[in-house]
């Protein structure tokens, strides 16, 4: 089956930091990436949608110099945290989907818990 | 606007049945069903692309109807296994690639 690959899973770190998170598709190519934020017991909300070669695409209310996206490869699409603050912190998900098929789930990646202290 | 699901949590004994019910306010193109357990990513269920368009393997299933903007997810003989936060995600036409997560619903399944 489709295989995402996020790493670091945990990120402790203190406040002014910045954060890089990596996410990879492993056995197929994904033009569009999507990357969620999670707040306990609460749903995955969209932050943006990661697009190779473009930009990417902020959903509202998401600062876009906050949380540096890029999709430089049909493979890889990364998420910075710029200057973390302990309100950053949270668990990040990202997903992708396969681009040559169709009507395809997003698959996800096992997420990165950030914790700004 | 993100999806409601209802009910928000549910207690179930192993081998009882559940519905869990997603509406949304605007027409969907497709509704993606997951599930999550706790400090893990969700994982995939299924996905049902038409109006009317019912699914399932083992025994779990999901219809969508098309017309009232709303999807349902079948667990019939419930395993301890079922445990875990069921999301729908629904697209919408124009925006077909773009998932929005429903509130969520925690199931509990007890001996």
């Known amino acids: 089956g489709a295989v995402v690959s996020q790493h670091p899973s945990r990120v402790i770190c203190k406040s002014g930091t910045s954060v890089k998170i990596e996410c990879r598709s492993l056995d197929f190519q994904a033009t569009t990436m999507f990357w969620y934020r999670q707040f306990p017991k609460q749903s995955l909300m969209l932050m943006a949608t990661s697009n190779e070669g473009s930009k990417a695409t902020y959903e509202q209310g998401v600062e876009k110099d906050k949380f540096l996206i890029n999709h430089a490869s049909l493979t890889l699409s990364t998420l910075t945290v710029t200057s973390a603050h302990p309100e950053d912190s949270s668990f990040y998900i990202c997903s992708a989907r396969d681009s040559g098929i169709s009507n395809q789930p997003q698959h996800f990646g096992d997420g990165t818990r950030l914790s700004i202290l | 606007q993100q999806p409601v699901q209802s009910p928000q949590a549910v207690i179930l004994r192993e081998g009882e049945d559940a519905v869990i019910n997603c509406s949304s306010s605007k027409a969907l193109y497709s509704v993606h069903w997951y599930r999550q357990k706790h400090g893990e990513a969700p994982v995939f269920l299924m996905i049902?692309?038409?109006?009317?368009e019912q699914k399932g393997h083992d025994k779990i299933s999901a219809s969508f109807n098309e017309k009232k903007q709303q999807s349902s997810l079948y667990l019939t003989a419930s395993q301890l296994s079922y445990s875990g936060t069921y999301f729908c995600?629904?697209?919408?036409?124009?925006?077909?690639?773009?998932?929005?997560f429903g509130t969520g619903t925690r199931l509990q399944v007890t001996l």
């Open positions: 049902l692309l038409k109006g009317g």
């Open positions: 995600g629904t697209a919408h036409t124009g925006t077909a690639s773009k998932l929005t």
